[in-house]
């Protein structure tokens, strides 16, 4: 199976900046096409972003609203989300996930996941 540990989370105000990264440990990580979603209290797990394992293919969900871009690094095992201007309604623990399924924007494809990181944004 594969680990997976999220970083970089914390509080920041409306407009500010976050760069959350995923560490994968286990199965060869360049293999699995990865993901982010975030889950608010109260609320569906909803999907953020995905990568394809040649990072030649990159979703988006409405949330991101063109100001969060995922990247990997399969060298170093890592994959990325810049979030920018960010604003309260992105606050939730946000996961990081694994799959080799090529369904990626469904929760229900990714059997792999990490603990999540908090991301609180304060008006």
């Known amino acids: 199976q594969v680990q997976l540990v999220e970083s970089g989370g914390g509080l920041v105000q409306a407009g500010g900046s976050l760069r959350l990264s995923c560490a994968a440990s286990?199965?060869?990580?360049?293999?699995?096409?990865m993901g982010w979603f975030r889950q608010a209290p109260g609320k569906e797990r909803e999907f953020v972003a995905a990568i394809r394992w040649s990072g030649g293919n990159i979703w988006y969900g409405d949330s991101a609203k063109g100001r969060f871009t995922i990247s990997r690094d399969n060298a170093k095992n890592t994959v990325d989300l810049q979030m920018n201007n960010l604003k309260p309604e992105d606050t939730a623990v946000y996961y990081c996930a694994a799959t080799s399924s090529g369904r990626t924007t469904y929760r229900s494809s990714y059997p792999y996941w990490g603990q999540g990181t908090q991301v609180t944004v304060s008006s």
């Open positions: 286990g199965r060869t990580f360049s293999s699995y096409n």
